[in-house]
């Protein structure tokens, strides 16, 4: 490089004015067969890469990725489960030694420990020796980690009911949503529907809430059968929901049979024209 | 042509010199497949790069129609998916590579440390490397929650009861993260939207700048 006095510069910059050809390296004097990274290798890279471009985009098409219904608060009954990344962690929370009072274990003590040594690595193996099998206290405690981790995954996996998920998380499909969509707001029994508190479980549309209450705008019941069901119960609803007048008993169990269109004759009676 | 273009630059930038500290480097022997084929284990890295591109294109396509409030999000992500042209591909390479991105970061991980590459000189390297693993995690625990649908929210809900169980600092995270001490709600959805998409993957480049310029500088670990 140019220094001191005598130094040009392109105009009034700062770009020193001396042109350096632009010629590759001759890496053939390296040791070994090295390779130019620009461009040879950097083709058969690319090669690699469009190839598993193409498997990555099968998979996409093949699975979609999922989506449930939208969010519901309000439905404690469902399932929670992080991505599969997270589910070491959530799995390790689930243990007595890690959980209720001692979750500061779960939490922060173990992952902490953990991740703070695989963050300092560096400091605490820092002996030359680079092979995995001199340096058996390192390896073995990586090996000991992830193994760790997969058990913990698995575990995970195993103990969470798929099936039962899926169910609670499935998307209302077309024909439900417009069942759903139909339900007459305005409607006299829509208010009981609501003062009552059927709207907490079966929802504002009569759609359900996944564990908590089925969906009911399509219920194959006669409306004497709703107001029985809405004061006695059946299957895991209690009785004793229903607290008001025989009066309001009849409009509600009129709208719920009619699939909340109490006025336009309701939605069993409608199917069973088609 | 092109030529003269490059020539044009350079006579006023002096690009040569950065040209070649990008581009024109060796590759040894023990790392390039071409000569052993064991030698993928050291393209984990090369991939995770890769996924992180795609991941971030995927993601610039996917604000196209996102919206993130509350209202909207849910709709906005099932439209996207049901009705626009590749939407479904779209959101599929983003919903897949997040995970993919993961695996590869995995294997990378394990490939520096059982080749013992993370020892002198390239500790710092490995510290960063690390914290971009964090930053990735980061990015997941964020972008699962967009979607607003079932399980988006509640796997943010024990999220982030994992985070307020933390002793002194956990319910100034979880207010800092949700919005709020108690609700998991609007609030929620746009600060994970700003953190998935602005904070975290702004912090995301300039370590991934970091990780690079060291591994050019210090070139490749040499053979065990």
Redesign the interface.
């Known amino acids: 490089m140019h220094r001191g006095k005598g130094m040009k510069f392109v105009g009034d910059s700062r770009v020193p004015d001396n042109k350096k050809p632009n010629i590759p390296k001759d890496y053939s004097e390296f040791p070994g067969n090295t390779e130019a990274f620009w461009p040879n290798f950097l083709l058969k890279e690319w090669l690699v890469g469009a190839v598993f471009l193409i498997g990555f985009l099968c998979l996409t098409i093949a699975h979609p990725a999922p989506l449930e219904r939208l969010a519901d608060p309000t439905d404690s009954g469902y399932i929670p489960l992080p991505d599969w990344y997270f589910l070491f962690l959530y799995q390790l929370l689930k243990y007595e030694y890690a959980s209720g009072q001692l979750t500061v274990i779960g939490a922060v003590i173990i992952p902490g420990l953990a991740f703070g040594a695989l963050l300092l690595a560096p400091w605490l193996d820092t002996g030359p020796e680079r092979r995995a099998s001199k340096r058996p206290i390192a390896t073995s405690l990586m090996v000991l980690g992830v193994l760790a981790t997969v058990y913990l995954t698995w575990e995970s996996v195993e103990s969470h009911n798929w099936e039962e998920a899926e169910a609670q998380g499935e998307m209302l499909d077309e024909e439900e949503m417009e069942a759903a969509e139909s339900v007459d707001m305005e409607a006299a029994g829509y208010e009981i529907y609501s003062e009552q508190g059927c709207i907490g479980c079966h929802g504002d549309q009569l759609q359900g809430s996944g564990a908590a209450g089925p969906p009911i705008f399509d219920v194959p019941y006669e409306p004497d059968d709703v107001a029985d069901i809405a004061v006695n119960g059946i299957g895991e609803m209690p009785a004793g929901q229903f607290e008001g007048s025989d009066e309001d008993l009849q409009t509600l169990a009129e709208f719920i049979s009619s699939g909340g269109n109490p006025e336009e004759g309701g939605g069993e009676e409608e199917e069973s024209e088609e | 042509m092109l030529q003269r273009v490059?020539d044009w630059v350079?006579?006023?930038?002096?690009i040569?010199?950065m040209?070649r500290d990008i581009?024109?480097?060796?590759?040894?022997?023990?790392v390039?497949p071409?000569?052993h084929f064991s030698a993928f284990v050291y393209?984990f890295g090369?991939?995770t790069f890769?996924i992180t591109v795609?991941q971030i294109l995927s993601g610039m396509f996917l604000t196209m129609y996102y919206v993130p409030d509350?209202v909207n999000a849910?709709e906005s992500?099932?439209y996207l998916?049901g009705e626009v042209a590749f939407g479904?591909?779209v959101?599929?390479?983003?919903?897949?590579?997040?995970?993919?991105v993961?695996v590869m970061m995995f294997l990378h991980?394990?490939r520096v440390?059982?080749?013992?590459?993370?020892?002198?000189p390239?500790?710092l390297n490995?510290?960063v490397g690390?914290?971009i693993f964090?930053v990735m995690?980061g990015l997941?625990?964020t972008g699962?929650l967009l979607?607003?649908?079932?399980?988006?929210?509640?796997?943010t809900?024990?999220?982030l009861e994992?985070a307020e169980?933390?002793?002194v600092v956990g319910e100034l995270t979880k207010t800092l993260l949700a919005g709020d001490p108690e609700i998991?709600?609007a609030q929620t959805l746009t600060r994970f939207f700003a953190i998935h998409v602005f904070f975290l993957p702004g912090a995301l480049l300039g370590l991934l700048a970091a990780h690079f310029i060291m591994i050019r500088k210090q070139g490749i670990?040499g053979p065990?």
């Open positions: 490059y350079d006579d006023r930038l002096d040569t010199p040209w581009a024109d480097h060796e590759v040894p022997e023990h390039n071409a000569h393209c090369g991939l890769f795609i509350i849910y992500v099932r998916q479904v591909i959101r599929g390479m983003h919903h897949w590579g997040a995970s993919l993961i991980t394990l440390f059982f080749t013992g590459s993370y020892k002198k390239r500790e490995w510290v690390v914290l964090f995690l997941g625990f699962y979607p607003w649908d079932m399980k988006a929210y509640f796997a809900v024990v999220g994992i169980s933390v002793p998991i709600g670990s065990l």
